[in-house]
């Protein structure tokens, strides 16, 4: 096996080992997108507890691009106080941290907002309040406002962005053509779809230079209608690696793929894990990038095959991190039980609740047992 402790680097990032903390909407930054304490005690615990690399929740980078409460905010330059806060500790921890930069599109929450939701297309949605395609001079704020993004992200001193199109927020949705049913240059074929992509590439590059690191998260197939399939973003994927994209994040399904998304509870046997594996072959045998693979992975043994296989260059991980912050360093220091978390969701019910993730099951556990009560943040 492929020793998972082995360092690597992603552009001119070095990583110290092969494990990746995914992106996973904290809920712990104020109501106007400011980190909390709360949110820095994780970021820290997290670089304390051995991830080679963080990547931060959903950043919005424009206020109409918000999709839930509690969300974290890179959208202005007020914001690079509290981003700087962020970043000071994770490096004084030892750790390395890049931002996910993140626009909902159809699925901002515009109750919080008060604006039009922006779309790729007009939408049948459940959602009442208003939509509002977008036009050319929409599409240039847009890449504007990613690019705007990434310079606060230097700023602020984060080792590098992701830029967020998976799961079916707009970058997302311009990809996938259940969404996108536009007849100009960014609708049609992939190249078309995946042209707002490459822009916002370019003008990443154009406001950070080469050097600083540039990753993408995206989806390898939607499992909806009509939606985005592997072949699409494996040719979408070498597109944007011409654009300056530096490493991928491979990851699947959409807000509205409900039941057809791979994505299952109950984590418990090594066969379930890595349900994108096979995507992963796919692209990692047609993209040259670094390739992220999230998805179900809980076990010491299953990344290192995975690395061994060549089937990643990196293993991804969110809700065992939830569970135990520290995972990878006690799979270091030679404890190699899988990690506890049984993937039951119940981490985001307080978050919804204003009080940010944590492990419900590791609390109600450690009550039954009796331990102390996690105290409420």
Same mark, same amino acid.
């Given at each position: 096996?492929?020793?998972?402790?082995? &360092?690597?680097?992603?552009?001119?990032?070095?990583?110290?080992?092969?494990?990746?903390?995914?992106?996973?909407?904290?809920?712990?930054?104020?109501?106007?997108?400011?980190?909390?304490?709360?949110?820095?005690?994780?970021?820290?615990?997290?670089?304390?507890?051995?991830?080679?690399? @963080?990547?931060?929740?959903?950043? %919005?980078?424009? =206020?109409?691009?918000?999709?839930?409460?509690?969300?974290?905010?890179?959208?202005?330059?007020?914001?690079?106080?509290?981003?700087?806060?962020?970043?000071?500790?994770?490096?004084?921890?030892?750790?390395? @941290?890049?931002?996910?930069?993140?626009?909902?599109?159809? %699925?901002?929450?515009?109750?919080?907002?008060?604006? =039009?939701?922006?779309?790729? &297309? =007009?939408?049948?949605?459940?959602?009442?309040?208003?939509?509002?395609?977008?036009?050319?001079?929409?599409?240039?704020?847009?890449?504007?406002?990613? !690019?705007?993004?990434?310079?606060?992200?230097?700023?602020?001193?984060?080792?590098?962005? *992701?830029?967020?199109?998976?799961?079916?927020?707009?970058?997302?949705?311009?990809?996938?053509?259940?969404?996108?049913?536009?007849?100009?240059?960014?609708?049609?074929?992939?190249?078309?779809?995946?042209?707002?992509?490459?822009?916002?590439?370019?003008?990443?590059?154009?406001?950070?230079?080469?050097?600083?690191?540039?990753?993408?998260?995206?989806? !390898? *197939?939607? %499992?909806?209608?009509?939606?985005?399939?592997?072949?699409?973003?494996?040719?979408?994927?070498?597109?944007?690696?011409?654009?300056?994209?530096?490493?991928?994040?491979?990851?699947?399904?959409?807000?509205?793929?409900?039941?057809?998304?791979?994505?299952?509870?109950?984590?418990?046997?090594?066969?379930?894990?890595?349900?994108?594996?096979?995507?992963?072959?796919?692209?990692?045998?047609?993209?040259?990038?670094?390739?992220?693979?999230?998805?179900?992975?809980?076990?010491?043994?299953?990344?290192?095959?995975?690395?061994?296989?060549?089937?990643?260059?990196?293993? &991804?991980? &969110?809700? =065992?991190?939830?569970?135990?912050?520290?995972?990878?360093?006690?799979?270091?220091?030679?404890?190699?039980?899988?990690?506890?978390? @049984?993937?039951?969701?119940?981490?985001?019910?307080?978050?919804?609740?204003?009080?940010? @993730?944590?492990?419900?099951?590791?609390?109600?556990?450690?009550?039954?047992?009796?331990?102390?009560?996690?105290?409420?943040?």
């Amino acid at each position: 096996m492929a020793d998972p402790f082995e &360092s690597g680097a992603i552009g001119a990032l070095e990583l110290k080992n092969r494990f990746v903390r995914s992106a996973t909407w904290e809920g712990m930054a104020d109501e106007k997108g400011a980190p909390r304490r709360q949110y820095l005690e994780t970021m820290t615990a997290l670089a304390r507890g051995g991830v080679g690399l @963080i990547v931060t929740g959903h950043a %919005f980078v424009s =206020p109409e691009g918000r999709a839930t409460p509690w969300q974290l905010a890179i959208d202005r330059d007020e914001r690079l106080e509290g981003l700087r806060e962020i970043t000071a500790a994770v490096h004084a921890a030892g750790g390395k @941290i890049v931002v996910q930069l993140a626009h909902a599109g159809l %699925f901002a929450a515009a109750g919080l907002t008060g604006l =039009p939701r922006l779309v790729v &297309s =007009p939408q049948e949605s459940k959602d009442p309040s208003p939509q509002k395609e977008l036009d050319k001079s929409g599409l240039q704020e847009l890449i504007d406002a990613f !690019a705007a993004a990434a310079g606060r992200a230097r700023l602020a001193g984060f080792d590098g962005v *992701q830029v967020h199109m998976a799961h079916g927020y707009l970058l997302s949705q311009f990809l996938s053509p259940a969404f996108n049913r536009r007849r100009d240059g960014y609708g049609g074929d992939i190249r078309n779809r995946s042209r707002i992509h490459r822009e916002i590439c370019g003008a990443i590059r154009d406001n950070v230079g080469r050097d600083y690191p540039l990753l993408i998260k995206l989806n !390898a *197939q939607d %499992f909806i209608d009509n939606g985005l399939t592997v072949p699409e973003a494996a040719s979408a994927a070498r597109l944007m690696v011409d654009a300056g994209v530096d490493a991928l994040e491979l990851s699947g399904g959409t807000l509205a793929s409900g039941h057809l998304s791979p994505s299952r509870p109950r984590i418990n046997a090594p066969e379930k894990e890595a349900y994108f594996r096979e995507e992963a072959r796919w692209l990692r045998e047609n993209v040259p990038a670094p390739l992220l693979l999230v998805g179900g992975n809980r076990s010491y043994e299953v990344a290192a095959a995975l690395l061994a296989e060549g089937v990643a260059d990196y293993i &991804s991980l &969110s809700r =065992p991190l939830i569970r135990e912050a520290d995972l990878i360093r006690r799979w270091e220091a030679g404890d190699r039980r899988p990690s506890a978390c @049984i993937s039951d969701n119940r981490c985001f019910a307080p978050a919804l609740e204003g009080k940010g @993730i944590y492990c419900v099951t590791a609390e109600r556990e450690a009550a039954r047992s009796g331990g102390n009560r996690r105290e409420e943040t």
